[in-house]
């Protein structure tokens, strides 16, 4: 105490903390989810809270094409699934979020139809990746639509390329999916393995999940999508 400051003659009580202080709590895992969109802003990197600031800046899903409904003479119906689009970063964070996930950041790597038509996704998704290389708060890096539009070497192309900025910032960590090439998760984990260090050897900045999990929450369709109904 400064007793200088003291004016009057009295009592006076200094307080001396004896714990350390208190640790502020704080966001450690915030993932940036990179993939294809409906909608491109100008600036197409974004942190989000929620599903609906999701929706309102980057639009819905892909709507999946050729959809069969039948119904059959108990009223039963039967929906079956024709060609899913392979653009499934909204399906991904609908679960994020229903999971209770957090702050997220999104960078969008182009539109839905743009990526089919030029079919240029690696330079896309590479292109997307390095805007999340100038942010500072993300600490976990998603490719949920990699595994559907980049087949064999430009999707490790892709995975090196996520492993060398983590290793460069030491700061985020890739999740990764592997490929289900041969239906046998020791198969596809070897192949996984082995062909992963032949193209990064230092892989300690990421990790790797087999099989896929199966979820609940439904494709996006139209009625106009249901091309047969039978009775």
Avoid at 14 to 41: H, K, N
Avoid at 55 to 84: C, H, R, W
Avoid at 155 to 168: E, F, P
């Amino acid at each position: 105490m400064d007793t200088a400051s003291l004016k009057t003659p009295g009592v006076y009580i200094q307080e001396i903390a004896t714990f350390p202080p208190s640790i502020a709590e704080v966001e450690t895992a915030i993932p940036a989810f990179i993939g294809f969109t409906e909608l491109v802003l100008p600036s197409s990197v974004n942190r989000i809270i929620s599903m609906v600031e999701y929706v309102a800046l980057y639009g819905m899903a892909e709507n999946q094409k050729d959809f069969a409904a039948s119904l059959d003479a108990a009223g039963n119906l039967t929906i079956v699934p024709g060609k899913t689009s392979p653009y499934i970063m909204y399906y991904c964070l609908q679960l994020y979020f229903a999971n209770g996930g957090g702050p997220a950041w999104i960078a969008s790597a182009g539109a839905y139809a743009n990526a089919a038509a030029t079919g240029a996704a690696l330079a896309s998704l590479t292109g997307a990746l390095g805007l999340i290389a100038k942010e500072d708060e993300p600490t976990l890096l998603v490719f949920p639509d990699a595994i559907n539009t980049l087949p064999g070497v430009p999707y490790y192309s892709l995975l090196s390329s996520a492993l060398a900025q983590c290793v460069n910032l030491q700061d985020r960590f890739t999740i990764i999916d592997v490929p289900n090439t041969h239906g046998d998760s020791f198969k596809d984990a070897t192949e996984f393995r082995n062909v992963l260090n032949g193209v990064e050897p230092d892989t300690t900045y990421g990790a790797a999940y087999y099989p896929f999990l199966g979820t609940a929450i439904p494709y996006q369709v139209t009625d106009t999508d249901l091309q047969t109904i039978s009775v």
